[in-house]
C-alpha cells in the first residue's frame, strides 16, 4: 500500500507561527521523508514548529521543478509505503508554488493526498479586496518588457470587465514600484487595484482604490512581498 503525502503549508511572515494551525504539527511528526523547495528554510521552520524534532532523523529532497529524476524518486518511495511532507516556501504547496506535479505523481501512484490548511497570500488578499471572490483567477507574474505588460494589463482588465472576473498576479519585489506606474498608466480610470503587501506582518497592509485614486499618490512598496488584484465592473 502506497504511503500518504502531506501538503504541508508555511507562514507568510517568519514570525507569524500563530498562521499555522497545531494540526500541521500532528501531520510532520507522521512524514518520514520530505520534499521541499529550499532545504535550508523548510528545516528551520520545522524546528519552530516541534522544537524536538531530530531534523536529521528524516530524509531531504529538493524540489526544483520536479524533474522527471525527482518524481520518480518520489513515487518510488511512495510505494514503499513512506510517508511524506511537502513544503514550498510561503504558503500553501501547489498554489502559487511549487509542488503541483509531485501531487499529480502522487494521484498516479494511487497514494492518499493531504491538503492542509494554511495562510495562503492569494486567497488572504482576495478575502481582503472587496472584489469579486466568486469568479478570479490567478496569472501569476507578468511580462517584464513594457510593452508586453501593457498588453497584458489591457487584456486582463478587458476580460475582467467582460466576464466580472477579478485578475490577481504578482511581481519580484523591487519591481513593484515600476508596475504600480504602469498600471495606472494604463487601466481606465474607474478600474479599482487593490494592492495587498506583507500579508500577516505587523507591516500588513489592504487597500482598494480606483486608478483615479491611486494616480493621487502611488505607494512605495519597494521590495515588500505584494499581491496585485485588478477588477473591472460591468
Not at 195 to 204: G, L, N, R, V, Y
Not at 211 to 226: F, G, N, S, V, Y
Amino acid at each position: 500500500m502506497p504511503g500518504s503525502v502531506y501538503l504541508i503549508p508555511t507562514f507568510l511572515y517568519e514570525q507569524a507561527v500563530e498562521t499555522i494551525p497545531s494540526y500541521v504539527t500532528d501531520a510532520v511528526k507522521k512524514c518520514e521523508v520530505f520534499f521541499v523547495e529550499n532545504e535550508r528554510t523548510a528545516r528551520r521552520y520545522l524546528k519552530q514548529l516541534w522544537r524536538e524534532m531530530v531534523i536529521d532523523d528524516y530524509t531531504w529532497f529538493t524540489i526544483h521543478k520536479a524533474e522527471t529524476e525527482v518524481q520518480q524518486v518520489f513515487t518510488k518511495l511512495l510505494k514503499e509505503g513512506k510517508h511524506i511532507g511537502i513544503i514550498s516556501e510561503a504558503g500553501c504547496p501547489g498554489v502559487a508554488d511549487p509542488g503541483q506535479i509531485l501531487v499529480n505523481a502522487a494521484h498516479k501512484a494511487g497514494a492518499i493526498v493531504k491538503p492542509l490548511v494554511g495562510p495562503s497570500s492569494v486567497l488572504l488578499a482576495l478575502m481582503g479586496s472587496g472584489m469579486n471572490g466568486q469568479h478570479f483567477q490567478f496569472v501569476g507574474y507578468l511580462p517584464i518588457e513594457t510593452g508586453a505588460r501593457k498588453t497584458v494589463l489591457k487584456e486582463l482588465e478587458n476580460e475582467s470587465g467582460k466576464k466580472n472576473c477579478t485578475q490577481i498576479f504578482i511581481e519580484t519585489p523591487y519591481r513593484n514600484n515600476q508596475l504600480i506606474k504602469q498600471i495606472v498608466e494604463t487601466c481606465k480610470p474607474q478600474t479599482q487595484l487593490c494592492i495587498a503587501a506583507d500579508i500577516t506582518a505587523p507591516s500588513e497592509t489592504i487597500v482598494t482604490k480606483s486608478i483615479t485614486e491611486w494616480k493621487k499618490q502611488l505607494p512605495d512598496i519597494h521590495k515588500r512581498l505584494a499581491i496585485f488584484l485588478l477588477w473591472s465592473e460591468r
